[in-house]
């Protein structure tokens, strides 16, 4: 099976049909989108950090990381993401435990993993490590997957309208939830295992 990346971007419904086609035939198609698209955002956060820069509230100055610092923020960036890929995958899965057709756990992984593309394509704006520019382009990404979410349920999933309206609405709470825990978790590690030139430095 072909995962239909461009697909989802540019015909999302028939992009969902594919891989519905297909993942029965190849389960673990999704394996290399699920390991390689979070570099996207991990690399883009790792130039950025320490090649770039940013101005801090209140100073002029452009500030950067350490290229130690900046690379174990890029790694927990590239981890929580990963982690949050196959804990929305299992959220699916409790979400839709009452459901005539419950997901496995690879069936699910594969939903989760198409429907967090566009979340990953928005990490490029970390080249660029502006507030607002992050904040725009997590919003967008944000709210892209969510339409990604909701087109792929009923047909990945096989789902009625009305059902979709509600396990939709259930999966995109609890997820919604469940990532902004993880990131905050896995920012609590950087911070907690910076190697000294944690600090930021003028550029």
């Given at each position: 099976?072909?995962f239909?990346?461009?697909?989802?971007?540019?015909?999302?419904?028939?992009?969902?049909?594919?891989?519905?086609h297909?993942?029965?035939?190849?389960?673990?198609?999704?394996?290399?989108?699920?390991?390689?698209m979070?570099l996207?955002?991990?690399?883009?956060?790792?130039?950025?950090t320490?090649?770039?820069?940013?101005?801090?509230?209140?100073?002029?100055?452009?500030?950067?990381?350490?290229?130690?610092?900046g690379?174990?923020?890029?790694?927990?960036?590239?981890?929580?993401?990963?982690?949050?890929?196959?804990?929305?995958?299992?959220?699916?899965?409790?979400v839709?435990?009452?459901?005539?057709?419950?997901?496995a756990?690879?069936?699910?992984?594969t939903?989760?993993?198409?429907?967090a593309?566009?979340?990953?394509?928005?990490?490029?704006?970390?080249?660029?490590p502006?507030?607002?520019?992050?904040?725009?382009?997590?919003a967008?990404?944000?709210?892209?997957?969510?339409?990604?979410?909701?087109?792929?349920?009923?047909?990945?999933?096989?789902?009625?309208?009305?059902?979709?309206?509600?396990?939709?609405?259930?999966?995109?709470?609890?997820?919604?939830?469940?990532?902004l825990?993880?990131?905050?978790?896995?920012?609590?590690?950087?911070?907690?295992t910076?190697?000294?030139?944690?600090?930021?430095?003028?550029?």
């Amino acid at each position: 099976m072909n995962f239909p990346l461009l697909g989802f971007f540019v015909r999302p419904e028939q992009a969902w049909r594919d891989l519905r086609h297909g993942v029965d035939r190849h389960p673990q198609a999704f394996l290399p989108f699920w390991l390689l698209m979070p570099l996207i955002p991990a690399i883009c956060l790792l130039i950025g950090t320490t090649q770039v820069g940013w101005r801090l509230p209140g100073d002029e100055d452009t500030q950067v990381l350490s290229l130690a610092s900046g690379t174990l923020l890029a790694f927990w960036c590239y981890a929580g993401l990963v982690a949050g890929v196959v804990l929305i995958a299992y959220l699916v899965r409790w979400v839709l435990f009452r459901t005539e057709s419950r997901p496995a756990v690879g069936f699910s992984m594969t939903f989760s993993t198409a429907a967090a593309l566009p979340l990953m394509i928005a990490g490029l704006a970390a080249l660029m490590p502006s507030r607002w520019l992050l904040i725009l382009a997590a919003a967008a990404g944000s709210v892209y997957s969510a339409w990604l979410l909701y087109i792929g349920l009923p047909i990945y999933m096989r789902l009625s309208r009305r059902q979709t309206a509600f396990y939709g609405a259930c999966i995109l709470a609890f997820g919604f939830l469940a990532l902004l825990t993880t990131a905050f978790g896995f920012l609590e590690l950087w911070g907690q295992t910076m190697v000294g030139s944690g600090e930021y430095l003028q550029k």
